[in-house]
């Protein structure tokens, strides 16, 4: 059974940081794109972070540029998510995922590239 667990999320004030992990089992993601999303209260859910499997190639979402960075390391089967100068609009449930297939090249931000989900952390910074 593939699985895509993320661990990490918490409460924070704003400016603190936090480190988001994904940790896949049942298939080895190292070949495979993979991203960061986010739902906040009331919204729909949005690309936050990507990653390609070659990692050559990293994008982000405008809103965290500067504040987030993705990485991931292929001996662990594992993504993370470092964020730093938390904001309050930041809150969210983050969810971890995985592309369709490997050596994938599709939009980051396109969620339907994706096959595989996690069940997602919530992240919530206080003013």
């Known amino acids: 059974q593939v699985q895509l667990v993320e661990s990490g999320g918490g409460m924070v004030q704003a400016g603190g940081s936090l480190r988001l992990s994904c940790s896949a089992s049942?298939?080895?993601?190292?070949?495979?794109?993979m991203a960061w999303f986010r739902q906040r209260p009331g919204r729909e859910r949005e690309f936050v972070a990507g990653v390609s499997w070659s990692e050559s190639h990293t994008e982000y979402a405008d809103s965290v540029k500067g504040r987030f960075t993705i990485s991931r390391d292929k001996a662990k089967n594992a993504v993370y998510l470092e964020m730093i100068s938390l904001k309050p609009e930041d809150t969210a449930v983050y969810y971890c995922a995985a592309d369709r297939a490997p050596y994938g090249t599709g939009r980051f931000a396109a969620q339907e590239n994706y096959g595989y989900w996690g069940q997602g952390t919530q992240v919530i910074v206080s003013s």
């Open positions: 049942g298939r080895t993601f190292t070949q495979y794109l």
